[in-house]
């Protein structure tokens, strides 16, 4: 069975990091692509980064571009979001998705996984 758990979320101040991770299991990790991707209340999910099957290539979303840094460990069937520099405005439920292309356009995503909670706050 496909499923995506999330970890890694909490509560941390302005400037602090957070390492978010996303376990997969139900399916080849290498196949696909993984998105991450937030919720904040009352606005629309947008995409946040994404990663493509070889690790090589990944793509951001202009706010956290230089700050946050998506990657994979195929060996533990795993992909990790470093995020430095954390703002007020990173708050949200962050989610990864697992979908055949590296996109921010969350259609594009078949599975995704529960989500985890980020808040950051003085």
């Known amino acids: 069975q496909l499923q995506l758990v999330e970890s890694g979320g909490g509560f941390v101040q302005p400037g602090g990091s957070l390492r978010l991770s996303c376990e997969v299991s139900?399916?080849?990790?290498?196949?696909?692509?993984i998105g991450w991707f937030r919720q904040a209340p009352g606005k629309e999910r947008e995409g946040v980064s994404c990663i493509r099957p070889s690790g090589r290539s990944t793509g951001y979303r202009d706010s956290v571009k230089g700050r946050f840094t998506t990657s994979r460990d195929g060996s533990k069937n795993m992909v990790h979001l470093q995020m430095n520099s954390l703002k007020p405005e990173d708050t949200a439920i962050y989610s990864c998705a697992v979908g055949k292309w590296c996109t921010l356009t969350d259609r594009l995503y078949d599975h995704w996984g529960q989500g985890t909670q980020v808040t950051v706050s003085s």
């Open positions: 139900g399916f080849n990790l290498d196949l696909y692509s």
